[in-house]
């Protein structure tokens, strides 16, 4: 009993700890960006980040958005035909994809993608000693690594989203008019009429988080990997799972304060 | 001249651990300006991480380190900038950036800290780079080189913002003897040549009894002897005899 209390209050203390250690590399990354764009040499290491993150990303974000809308569509399309609510198939889709599932699995998917290799990246340097080489050099490690790659991951990853769900609505559509017969004219007009500048702007304000969170934790867990490959491979299990499971916890959250604002600036509206 | 003005960086009463592991206990040390002191003990004796204080990247649990007279244990990372660019520092595994270029490798310390324009630059890389004896390999990248060329390349890189002290970790472990020697001889060119201080750790000792103006054996966190080559080749202490020969006790094999 004693030990089992001694481990649990020994584990609590290093997760607090960690958790400490992980908002202080955060707040000191933070307070790099704005000295960091006066840099013109900075700024340049910019670039080669957005390309990694984004471009290289984008195929894999599209083809997510493209199945997602799909089979969002084989799952509804019956029932709403049953309920002679087939016309509004567009809504359905459009808003399911926009304000939740393209963030959402936009998300989980650079979580998995360019979180496990920036982890991996970081972490390979950690233990080569290439973080202590750019010290010894005085330079700052977080300055020269980490701003460019969170700032990339800020400023794509709601571009990818929006991508996602362009190849949502585009799979709902494929199913829906082509497929199932739906009218072409009934899934667009629905669909513009349901999807505000505000369901937009919610998913791409979700991916603005997701995409920080992602661009903290997998640098954070490079630079604090263990020795070794088995420590990088850890790393970059812990940075996916941290990743993953903090996507989840802030789109409830997220989702919860926007709900509010919503409702409390325009009322509850019906979409159908 | 006064012999402190001579001392370019001091230890004092350094001790430093590791969760239980007590890494240095006590070490006092003091480096002469232009000379080649050899830190020689067993692997997990402490020699890097004696070093790494020297520039900031570790700091003591007590003690005092001082650099040209200023006293740097205390100071933070955004100070600590000024006392590292007096430092070049040749890493074990040579830490070149495996993303950039042999060139960028060198180029990088003066991107960071210079407004030299891209031809200066260029001009210094390739300076920096026929010193080491590695003239117009810029645009390799460090995964093609071998590990000898890889030790040249990160000393280029170390020396690139012409540094007052290079400190030397391991800079001959995992090469062969004669690449090892080519690594020797660079050690004794560039003091002859930019006039650096050097502090070399190693356990090789034909590396050190070569390059060597003055060795300190380290052994359970302190220095338990000191002198120059000829000194620990005749030695009777048991520690530094059997270190140098290479033999173990009964208690190790």
Known sequence: MVSWLTN?????SDLIAAFGRFWAFSGRTLG????????????????????????TSLPVVMITGFFVGLVLAIQ??????????????????????????????????????VGGALTAELGTMNVTEQLDALRSMGSDPIRV???PRFLACVLLTPLLTLYCDVLGVFGGWLISVPVFGVSNWAYWNYTSNALEMWDIFCGVSKAVFFGAAIGLISCYKGFNCRQGAEGV?????????TG???????????????????????????VF | MNENHDIIVELRNVHKRFGPLKVLQGVDLKLQRGRTT???GESGTGKSVLIKHMMGLLRPDSGEIYVESERIDHLREKE????RQRFGYLFQMSALFDSMTTGQNIAFPLLEHTDYNDREIERIVAEKLELVGLNGSQDKMPAELSGGQRKRVALARAIAMNPQIVLYDEPTTGLDPIRADTINDLIIKLKHEIKVTSVVVTHDMASAFKVADRILMLHEGKFIAEGAAEDFRRSTEPRVRRFVNGQSTPDEA
């Not at chain 1, 567009?90 to 959402?104: D, F, K, T, Y």
């Not at chain 1, 993953?244 to 019906?270: C, E, N, P, R």
């Open chain 1, 145 to 147: 690594l980490v701003v």
């Open chain 2, 80 to 83: 600590l900038v000024k006392v």
């Open chain 1, 244 to 270: 993953f499971i903090s996507i989840l916890v802030m789109d409830f959250f997220i989702t919860m304060a926007q709900k509010g604002v919503y409702v409390s600036i325009w009322g509850f509206k019906t």
């Open chain 2, 38 to 40: 050899v830190v020689i």
């Open chain 1, 32 to 55: 790099r960006v704005l000295p960091w764009m006066t840099r013109r040499r900075d700024v340049q290491r910019l670039w080669p980040q957005c390309h990694a993150i984004g471009t």
């Open chain 1, 233 to 241: 491979g850890r790393a970059c299990t812990e940075g996916f799972v």
């Open chain 1, 76 to 113: 509804a399309i019956e029932q709403l035909m049953a309920s002679g609510l087939a016309d509004r198939m567009g809504v359905i889709v459009s808003l399911s994809v926009v304000r939740e599932l393209g963030p959402v699995l936009a998300g989980v998917m650079l979580a998995g993608r």
């Open chain 1, 8 to 12: 649990t209050g020994a584990l609590a």
